[in-house]
């Protein structure tokens, strides 16, 4: 079983920039793709991008493109989404996930995924 684990979120205002990290643990994630989505209060889940275990990246919506960088140490089991320019907007819990890699997946596609973390809550003041 894999266990995932947030960490990083918090308040920051406007314009300020933020680290997440999520630290896996019950497995290593080899030939696993991991994400980072997340949801606002009242608001539908949303992809914000994966990474493959080759570091290829897949960013969601063009607001966070540029904004964003995610980021992954297989040899520390561990996931990173960097966030600049951040906005009101992007006020929401951010949670990562796991999914064994297939060619045929679409990595935004968060019911597809089979491990999820608690959340971590990202709250942007203006």
């Known amino acids: 079983q894999v266990q995932l684990v947030e960490s990083g979120g918090g308040l920051v205002q406007a314009g300020g920039s933020l680290r997440l990290s999520c630290a896996a643990s019950?497995?290593?994630?080899?030939?696993?793709?991991m994400a980072w989505f997340r949801r606002a209060s009242g608001k539908e889940r949303e992809f914000v991008a994966a990474?493959?275990?080759?570091?290829?990246?897949?960013y969601g919506r063009d607001s966070v493109k540029g904004r964003f960088t995610i980021s992954r140490d297989n040899a520390m089991n561990s996931l990173y989404l960097r966030m600049d320019s951040l906005s009101s907007e992007d006020t929401a819990v951010y949670y990562c996930?796991?999914?064994?890699?297939?060619?045929?997946?679409?990595?935004?596609?968060?019911?597809?995924?089979?491990?999820w973390g608690q959340g971590t809550q990202v709250t942007v003041s203006s």
């Open positions: 996930a796991a999914v064994f890699e297939d060619e045929f997946l679409d990595y935004t596609t968060g019911s597809l995924y089979d491990y």
């Open positions: 019950g497995r290593v994630l080899s030939d696993y793709a």
């Open positions: 990474i493959l275990w080759n570091g290829k990246r897949i």
